[in-house]
């Protein structure tokens, strides 16, 4: 093989040692950090076993060591890449790893005895016409490293798939970057059990691939930081099945090829061939991941294997999940959204909450014209809303009417469907949705989703709204009564100065009466700024202390 082809393992072992050292020095104690650095070091690692077996020129005792070499750095691939899979973006990532620490302990002991097993001849042997050939030992390394990576990229996919739209920009790149590399070597594990050899051919496109992912990696974790996102891994498991049905159509495929090869005696381009099978398959998960398909995947799905287009009771357990723990209006807002767009698919969602100082209803996280940023009361859609009291489609409600008050809103939304958020016979807020990117029409179980989720939310926004005005009322409440303790120490103090000033007409020239009133000034003086002191500590608002209360006990007592 050519020698200038050994710029490109030396050019990736470099690239990937770097970024390796510069995210783990970002944060050496974090398991995330580590993952990484140790996945980019594995590679590292492979890229200059590569080296040495280009710079050998098929010199048996130089070339063997390198590709032993390489073999370590595989080795070390599924655990590295483990820890960093179980931990990258999750919210939580603490009890989800302590979850799966005898999972990466295991695949780290697995990991280690065939680092250690490396140097036998049942791993891997040269033969007289320079083959390298895998002994029982390393068909057991290609399945178990074939085994492993599929459990990475099952992790990675189920961050991907739970992440929200603005989440999803974020990590997709660099969950793209890590999975080709992964799904590469799935690759070259199965053409190694296949033909039970390696072939030093492939070498030139694992560098380039190498090259490919970890550039693109590092350049979104460079300049947008990306390790630090929290994303809370969703429930749903009806789709999380697509990695293994990728590697399991892929590895039938290889062999119904090769098969073909065999049959027919084709020639075979390892470079230009394997390349191409690379960059076809990250086309493919590429777009197997936009949006607009995805949904109508799911669509598929649900309608040709479900009764129901979603699971209620799958979405209203998360719904609650998500809901309630927010304690702020802004974060209810940003869940409500993020909820509505994973599940219903729409881009453009938007939220009005109703104002009680104004008493419009306002958006606060989008721009529109000022005009649609306050909505009154007597808004045409609002008086609708409160007869219906639940999602409908907007063209219905104009039903051939021409108003223009909707018709502008409309118009700047792109909005088809508007649902209420109602607690009680309170319309505490509405959303305005676009059309669904699959292009089916909205029915009935999108009604019923979204009037549960909205629903769900509109309690936790009022139930928020009430604490803030029984904490509002207990600030006035203290402020009354700190007012009454502050006056009354003012009047004794200005009662004690005023006997002072009066008597100071008739005695001042007595010296012990001077020596009095320097001591009563002194003790006024101290206790004025007592109670300035006092007045600095207290702090400017009430915060809540949460603590666990049993229910059943609060309950009898009401």
């Given at each position: 093989m050519d020698n200038y082809f050994v710029i490109l393992p030396i050019s990736g072992a470099a690239l990937c040692f770097v970024l390796g050292l510069f995210t783990f020095f970002r944060d050496v104690r974090h398991p995330l950090n580590i993952g990484f650095a140790?996945?980019?070091v594995s590679l590292a690692i492979i890229e200059a076993g590569d080296a040495i077996v280009l710079l050998s020129n098929a010199e048996r005792q130089i070339a063997l060591p390198g590709i032993r070499l390489t073999l370590i750095g595989q080795a070390i691939l599924p655990a590295a890449w483990l820890l960093f899979s179980i931990v990258f973006a999750r919210a939580g990532y603490k009890k989800i790893l302590s979850r799966w620490t005898p999972v990466l302990l295991g695949t780290a002991i697995v990991s280690l005895f065939f680092v250690l097993m490396v140097g036998s001849s049942k791993f891997i042997s040269i033969s007289l016409s320079g083959l390298f050939i895998l002994g029982p030992v390393g068909r057991y390394f290609y399945?178990?490293?074939l085994l492993g990576l599929v459990l990475n990229l099952v992790h990675l996919e189920n961050t991907l798939r739970s992440s929200s739209s603005f989440n999803r920009f974020q990590i997709k790149h660099v969950i793209f970057g890590v999975a080709a590399i992964l799904a590469f070597f799935i690759y070259l594990s199965s053409q190694a059990l296949l033909f039970r050899t390696l072939n030093i051919r492939t070498i030139p496109v694992i560098s380039v691939v190498i090259l490919i992912s970890t550039t693109m990696i590092a350049i979104f974790i460079v300049r947008h930081r990306l390790l630090s996102?929290?994303?809370?891994?969703s429930r749903y498991v009806v789709f999380n099945s697509l990695t293994v049905l990728i590697v399991g159509f892929y590895l039938l495929t290889v062999g119904m090829i090769t098969f073909g090869i065999k049959s027919l005696d084709l020639p075979f381009n390892y470079f230009f061939t394997t390349l191409f099978i690379f960059i076809s398959i990250l086309a493919l998960v590429m777009l197997l991941f936009t949006d607009r398909l995805r949904r109508k995947v799911q669509l598929f799905i649900n309608r040709n294997f479900y009764k129901h287009k979603y699971d209620f009771r799958e979405q209203w357990?998360?719904?609650?999940?998500k809901i309630s723990t927010k304690m702020s209006l802004d974060?209810?807002?940003?869940?409500?959204?993020?909820?509505?767009s994973e599940t219903m698919g729409a881009k453009d969602i938007r939220l009005w909450l109703y104002d009680p100082v104004s008493r419009d209803y306002l958006i606060t996280m989008d721009k529109l014209v000022a005009a649609n940023r306050h909505i009154s009361r007597t808004h045409p859609l609002v008086q609708h809303m409160k007869k219906h009291m639940g999602p409908f489609m907007i063209n219905e409600f104009l039903n051939n009417r021409h108003n223009k008050d909707i018709n502008v809103l409309k118009e700047e939304t792109k909005a088809v469907l508007c649902a209420p958020l109602v607690v009680g016979q309170e319309i505490i807020g509405f959303i305005l949705q676009g059309d669904n990117p699959a292009g089916e029409p909205?029915?009935?179980d999108d009604f019923e989703i979204l009037k549960a989720m909205t629903t769900q939310s509109a309690v936790q926004l009022k139930n928020i709204r009430l604490t803030q005005d029984l904490i509002a009322a207990r600030e006035v409440e203290?402020?009354?009564?700190m007012s009454s303790f502050i006056a009354h120490d003012l009047k004794n103090l200005t009662n004690s100065l005023s006997l002072t000033s009066q008597n100071a007409r008739y005695n001042m020239d007595n010296p012990e009466f001077q020596r009095d009133t320097i001591n009563t000034i002194n003790n006024t003086v101290s206790r004025m700024k007592g109670l300035i002191e006092r007045l600095s500590t207290i702090p400017k608002a009430l915060e809540l202390k949460r603590e666990n209360v049993e229910l059943g006990g609060l309950i009898r007592n009401a």
């Open positions: 140790l996945g980019m399945i178990y490293l996102v929290d994303i809370y891994i357990m998360e719904t609650i999940e974060e209810i807002q940003r869940t409500i959204i993020e909820m509505v909205y029915g009935q203290v402020f009354y009564r």
